[in-house]
């Protein structure tokens, strides 16, 4: 059993997208952004995925430059590839280009001592859906105050 470690969700994916399927996929990183990971200081919140000529990329993703780095420092918004099977890559891609889906980038975490990212193939959530999810989280959150409520009295 390998031992995972989150280090970052991307809680707007969940609000903004319907999550059909997720894949996980290694990224490649200078040394001074794993340390910085490592610490904690990483935003997935809008990052997303591009597949460019057979390769994937993630976007947006902002790892804070690592504070006892030099001139090993990167730019903390560069672009990163992912690394994924080719015959994966090309299935996304085909999938992506096709119905109209987006790749979302997850969760970071660390699988073992290696650093891997959660990417999700996402529909767009219409506000309507949105106000729905709101709505059941409301009415559950309501339930279980009066279910805890009830259990006291």
């Known amino acids: 059993m390998a031992n995972l470690k989150t280090i970052a969700q991307n809680k707007k994916a969940h609000h903004d997208y319907f999550i059909e399927e997720s894949y996980e996929a290694g990224i490649e990183l200078c040394g001074t952004e794993v340390k910085s990971i490592r ?14 000529d057979g390769e994937m990329f993630v976007n947006g993703m902002h790892i804070s430059p690592y504070e006892h780095g ?14 994924m099977h080719k015959k994966e890559i090309e299935k996304l891609y085909g999938t992506v280009k096709q119905t109209g889906y987006s790749l979302i980038p997850i969760s970071l975490y660390f699988k ?4 891997k ?13 949105k106000r729905e999810d709101m709505a059941k989280r409301s009415a559950k959150r309501d339930m279980e105050r009066a279910i805890k409520e009830h259990n006291r009295g």
């Open 117 to 129: 990212i959660q990417v999700g193939l996402c529909k767009g959530k219409k506000l309507y859906d």
């Open 39 to 52: 610490n904690g200081r990483v935003n997935l919140k809008d990052s997303w995925c591009s597949i460019i």
């Open 70 to 83: 030099n001139i090993f420092n990167r730019d903390p918004m560069r672009v990163r590839r992912l690394l």
């Open 112 to 115: 073992d001592s290696k650093v």
